[in-house]
């Protein structure tokens, strides 16, 4: 995968509780995503990092919080879980069209909410 | 509407059948187009891209553009029983991070 890892793998956590998934890179890349993955809608993107420091909000971002405190960590919040966040989430590194088109994708997080 | 429409499939084909895979897109500002590859419960990887209009062709795999159609395509030649995934398509406009994705179609090759 691409030197990007995520944890955890496995989560089940209650409604209302904060959840914090972490992708870390060995790539030294710049570019960072969270993308969360449902049937009938595939991937759909949360928030990028352009940098250190440097996020921004993709199509489905409410509810979701992102940090980027160095350049190998990405960190997803979700600040109270809900049921409708329960999905696969996927990191991925890489990926400024037209200069280098391949985004890299770490295996996953499978997370429910009850 | 969505700015990437795609068959969820599932698509059964028989070993070593020829399979076409395809999506159709709304924005004409597209570029970029990619095809990844997913196998049940792995992250997506990448098979191919292209940008603009055109064919790109690499071992049994040929994407195809047709951007006055906005009809982009993957062609398998002789399907194996690993091709077995889901295919989605990637879509984006040059210079940008964000790249928009199909739902993707779920192929199916009988040994």
């Known amino acids: 995968d691409a030197g990007i890892t995520q944890s955890p793998r496995h989560k089940v956590t209650e409604t209302g509780t904060p959840v914090t998934l972490r992708c870390h890179q060995t790539e030294n890349h710049r570019y960072m995503y969270w993308y969360r993955q449902d049937p009938g809608h595939g991937l759909r993107l949360i928030h990028y990092s352009y940098g250190v420091k440097d996020t921004d909000k993709g199509e489905v971002s409410d509810g979701y919080s992102v940090s980027r405190s160095k350049t190998e960590d990405f960190l997803l919040t979700l600040e109270s879980a809900t049921s409708s966040q329960t999905s696969v989430y996927f990191c991925?590194?890489?990926?400024?069209?037209?200069?280098?088109?391949?985004?890299?994708f770490g295996p996953g997080t499978r997370l429910t909410v009850l | 509407q969505k700015e990437v429409e795609q068959d969820p499939g599932p698509l059964s084909v028989p070993e070593g059948a020829i399979v076409s895979l395809n999506c159709t897109y709304s924005n004409s500002a597209f570029q970029y187009f990619m095809w990844y590859r997913q196998y049940s419960r792995k992250g997506p990887e990448l098979l191919m891209y292209t940008y603009s209009s055109g064919n790109k062709e690499d071992g049994r795999f040929t994407a195809q553009v047709d951007k006055s159609s906005k009809y982009i395509s993957l062609f398998i030649r002789d399907s194996q029983p690993s091709d077995s995934a889901t295919y989605l398509c990637a879509m984006s406009l040059s210079g940008t991070y964000k790249y928009i994705f199909g739902t993707g179609t779920r192929l199916k090759v009988l040994a």
């Open positions: 991925a590194i890489g990926g400024l069209a037209g200069v280098d088109n391949e985004q890299f």
